[in-house]
């Protein structure tokens, strides 16, 4: 049974940092990129950032870019992403995901199994 957990979350003031770890486990199949997305109240969800599998290749939305950071595992099938200098507009349901198929890049792969998310509040 294919599973992803994610771990990590919690509530931090704004300039505070958090670790979310995704954790996967079950695949019978090589997954080609691990991508997290989050969901705010009252919007849509977006990705965050992604990374491949095969060549550590990565991407980050606008508004995340030089303050998180993913990272891969590869014998453990962890993906971390480092959450720095956060803004209460980081607030989110942060959710990874597993993509089997190809692009141009991670972020243009299609993402078919997901875990069920951990929440992220800040907050002062």
């Known amino acids: 049974q294919v599973q992803l957990v994610e771990s990590g979350g919690g509530l931090v003031q704004p300039g505070g940092s958090l670790t979310l770890s995704c954790t996967t486990s079950g695949f019978t199949v090589p997954y080609s990129a691990i991508g997290w997305f989050r969901q705010a109240p009252g919007k849509d969800q977006e990705g965050v950032s992604c990374?491949?599998?095969?060549?550590?290749?990565?991407w980050y939305a606008d508004s995340v870019k030089d303050r998180f950071t993913i990272s891969r595992d590869n014998a453990e099938n962890i993906v971390t992403l480092q959450l720095n200098n956060l803004k209460p507009e980081d607030t989110a349901v942060y959710s990874c995901a597993a993509a089997g198929g190809s692009g141009s890049g991670c972020h243009t792969m299609p993402y078919a199994a997901w875990g069920r998310g951990t929440q992220v509040n800040v907050s002062s």
């Open positions: 990374i491949s599998l095969s060549d550590g290749s990565t």
